[in-house]
């Protein structure tokens, strides 16, 4: 599909098409996370078990049915409309062609919702790329009463810390259209190596449930805002 030039009449059918998806998405079958394959030379493949794992946990602890494995696709491709869900993460450089910055401002302000966790290194260039997705737009850190927060399960201390990195506070931020969370941004928490399979961090079983609870609580709000 292609979004240069898109009629208004277009975009009307459109947007409350992606909305009604994503906000239905809970009761329809196998729901799924599409992880972003992007330019640049980052690792955008990271923790390639980390969203089996949260997809299964998802299925196991709510009522959303879920698919076993996560889609992976670039935002040029032909059935990127299909996902209203999308995960991006990695060590290194992100970079967006003009096309994809354009798919990408289009869809998150049609209803899509973008999930990216650092996975210690992609900060500079995400937030680089994003300020050209939304020139006009500066991220704003969640506060602990954020209902992010407390959608599915309580965190009333915010994000849970994964990996020490910096040694930083984990923190939450967000791109909003008007009241609505388009993107979702995780930094210093590393959700993503908490989602994976245990030997692959050996990471204590509590951080493990934290971590699995919270991407739980994303995708919760995120279908229900």
């Not at 239905?24 to 969203?51: C, E, K, M």
């Not at 990695?90 to 998150?108: F, Q, S, Y």
């Not at 009463?145 to 910096?166: A, C, T």
Request: proline share 6%; net charge negative.
């Amino acid at each position: 599909m292609r979004h240069r030039n898109t009629p208004y009449a277009f975009q009307a059918l459109v947007i409350p098409a992606l909305l009604l998806l994503l906000h239905t998405a809970i009761s329809a079958q196998n729901f799924t996370i599409a992880r972003v394959h992007y330019g640049g030379g980052g690792d955008w493949y990271s923790d390639p078990s980390s969203l089996p794992n949260l997809l299964d946990f998802l299925q196991k602890e709510t009522s959303i049915n879920t698919a076993k494995e996560d889609v992976r696709l670039r935002l040029t491709d032909a059935d990127f409309y299909s996902y209203p869900y999308l995960y991006l993460t990695g060590h290194g450089n992100i970079r967006l062609t003009d096309e994809e910055v354009m798919i990408l401002r289009e869809a998150l302000l049609r209803g899509v919702f973008l999930h990216a966790d650092d996975n210690y290194g992609m900060d500079e260039s995400f937030r680089r790329e994003m300020k050209r997705v939304f020139p006009n737009k500066n991220f704003v850190e969640l506060p602990f009463d954020h209902p992010v927060f407390h959608s599915y399960y309580e965190f009333p201390n915010g994000l849970p810390k994964v990996h020490e990195h910096d040694g930083k506070p984990p923190q939450a931020f967000g791109l909003f259209e008007d009241d609505r969370l388009m993107v979702l941004y995780t930094y210093e928490c590393d959700l993503g190596d908490g989602w994976e399979d245990e030997e692959a961090h050996h990471d204590p079983a509590p951080i493990r449930e934290a971590s699995l609870k919270m991407g739980v609580n994303i995708i919760y709000f995120a279908l229900t805002q």
